[in-house]
């Protein structure tokens, strides 16, 4: 089997790519970045350098493959975000119609259910409706939760300020929370198995928490057995990310996705869709994590 991974070798395309070529597979990996050739040709892969922005270097690479990884690289130049988001789903949408590509695993998110007021996830909706436009190709939408790597930016508040929050505050442990580690796994065994058929999609969490719950593993995994999520309103949370150098469009969409977070709209569909199994990577276990981060700082 052909495989075109996009994504270059990044936290989920690393482990994908190695996992399709242990299986025997012909591998090829998208990278923008000519210095990571010789990686990805050291695991066995090809690498194919261009952009995504680029439908006639997409149509080229993906010729002859049996399925496609597409994941929407992050751009946080774009001067509308959703829009540009949106384009790249639609650039992939062309490139697999021209090939007649059957199987397609795509890296959505948690939220995409939804065409507006969640933040960047609204341009990953226009990106799932893209994909869906074609016919007779088997599509499989991977959504995972918000992803704990993302309380890393809480570094500097925790330091600075003796706190950790954002702009919403779930309760009841009802905020999911995925590890790349555990969309990987997902990733691959549907890769492998290709036994998808029509349009459908897959929430991937790998640990349901409260906000207070993050606070306090991480507070006892740094010593600040004390620290407190704080609900910060919209308007802090836009001036905190803009005095962090965050441009404009970016700082808008990140308040929007917070607030679709702390209303429920960012979860209704996960919950009415709720996955049979979490992954293995837990709170604490990334309380250990971040950590190590945070003594690294």
């Given at each position: 089997m052909k495989y075109v991974i996009t994504g270059s070798l990044g936290n989920i395309g690393l482990p994908v790519t190695k996992?399709?070529?242990?299986?025997?597979?012909?591998?090829?990996?998208?990278?923008?970045?000519?210095?990571?050739?010789?990686?990805?040709?050291?695991?066995?892969?090809?690498a194919a350098v261009g952009?995504?922005?680029?439908?006639?270097?997409?149509?080229?690479?993906?010729?002859?493959?049996?399925?496609v990884y597409t994941m929407v690289p992050p751009n946080f130049g774009a001067a509308e975000w959703k829009k540009?988001?949106?384009?790249?789903?639609?650039?992939?949408?062309?490139?697999?119609?021209?090939?007649?590509?059957?199987?397609v695993v795509n890296l959505s998110s948690v939220g995409a259910h939804r065409e507006n007021g969640v933040g960047p996830v609204s341009g990953l909706h226009l990106a799932e409706e893209a994909l869906n436009s074609l016919t007779d190709v088997n599509i499989k939408h991977l959504r995972p939760a918000y992803f704990y790597q993302n309380l890393f930016s809480n570094i500097g508040l925790i330091k600075?300020?003796?706190?950790?929050?954002?702009?919403?505050?779930?309760?009841?442990?009802?905020?999911?929370?995925?590890?790349?580690?555990?969309?990987?796994?997902?990733?691959?065994e549907t890769?492998?198995?290709?036994?998808?058929?029509?349009?459908?999609?897959?929430?991937?969490?790998?640990?349901?928490?409260?906000?207070?719950?993050?606070?306090?593993?991480?507070?006892?995994?740094?010593?600040?057995?004390?620290?407190?999520?704080v609900s910060f309103t919209n308007e802090q949370a836009?001036?905190?990310?803009k005095q962090a150098g965050l441009p404009e469009e970016i700082t808008k969409n990140y308040v929007e996705m917070g607030e679709a977070v702390n209303s429920g709209i960012m979860y209704e569909d996960y919950w009415k869709n709720h996955p049979s199994?979490?992954?293995?990577?837990?709170?604490?276990?990334?309380?250990?994590?971040?950590?190590?981060?945070?003594?690294?700082?």
């Open positions: 996992a399709l070529l242990k299986a025997g597979h012909d591998v090829t990996v998208i990278t923008s970045k000519q210095q990571n050739v010789e990686a990805i040709e050291a695991l066995g892969a090809k952009s995504v922005e680029d439908v006639d270097f997409l149509t080229k690479t993906f010729a002859g493959a049996n399925a540009w988001i949106g384009s790249i789903g639609k650039n992939y949408a062309d490139a697999i119609k021209a090939n007649g590509i059957k199987y600075n300020a003796g706190i950790i929050g954002s702009n919403f505050n779930v309760t009841g442990n009802k905020f999911g929370l995925v590890d790349p580690s555990d969309i990987a796994a997902v990733a691959i890769l492998l198995q290709l036994n998808f058929t029509g349009h459908s999609i897959r929430y991937i969490v790998s640990d349901e928490v409260s906000t207070n719950a993050i606070a306090n593993e991480i507070g006892k995994a740094i010593g600040k057995p004390d620290l407190a999520w836009y001036d905190g990310m199994t979490l992954g293995k990577t837990k709170l604490a276990d990334f309380a250990k994590i971040f950590a190590a981060a945070y003594n690294a700082n």
